[in-house]
């Protein structure tokens, strides 16, 4: 499948009267790991909710693939979220899991299998396809999770802050399992990190928030060798 890139196009979102995003531009190009970093709060969640179709914009112009999405609603933009606390099916088993999303889009029983099979084995746990959530550990949820969102084979994939719950050895292997993941796939990734650490070692590029506007957008490189303002100095750790 070909990438696609994603396009905000000053983009303001409020809930009641409180604004949460402001004036939001950004490109993510074909193919790119994009991070958006910001503290708690910021936004993050709710501008890639908004990307995904969860959240609704007020102004502004929100593109996938060039496309104007604006009104689309989620499981027809080709988007696939993995949200933060995984939210597997307790009571189905990882197969189970992972078909889920197939089944109600009544794809062909033959073509469920296939897809399974393969999202499993990409993410590491053919073994483990009879087993029940409860049976994994965090890191095995979070593949499966991820297996789940792969397999619908979606344009995008959008990442909520997916390390947070794991502790900090596996947390740092899965940087690379999942960087390895992108670059096996080719799929446009944004990931939602609140960790400088991560964004900064894994994602081509970075748009960094803070209370609901983006401060600056750049490569690791760019935003640690030349912040454009205190916050980002200090956000991604060049000066204290
Ligand atoms: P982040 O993911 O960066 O921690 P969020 O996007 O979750 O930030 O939240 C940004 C702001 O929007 C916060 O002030 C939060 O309290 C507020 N917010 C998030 N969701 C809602 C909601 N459904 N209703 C009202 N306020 C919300
Ligand atoms: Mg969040």
Redesign the pocket.
Known sequence: MEAVSVEARNIELS??T?K?LRDISLTVLPGEFFALL??????????LRLIAGFNQHQAGQLLVGGRDVTGVPPWKRNVGMVFQNYALWPHMTVAKNVAFGLEERKLPRDEIRKRVDAALALVGLSEYRDRRPNQLSGGQQQRVALARTIAVEPQVLLLDEPLSNLDAKLRVQMRHELRRLHDQLGITTIF?T?DQEEALTMCDRIAV?DQ?VIQQIGTPEELFDRPVNRFVAQFVGSVN
């Open positions: 809930y009641g409180t949460v910001g503290p708690s709060g910021s936004g993050k969640s709710t501008l939602v609140h928030m609901g």
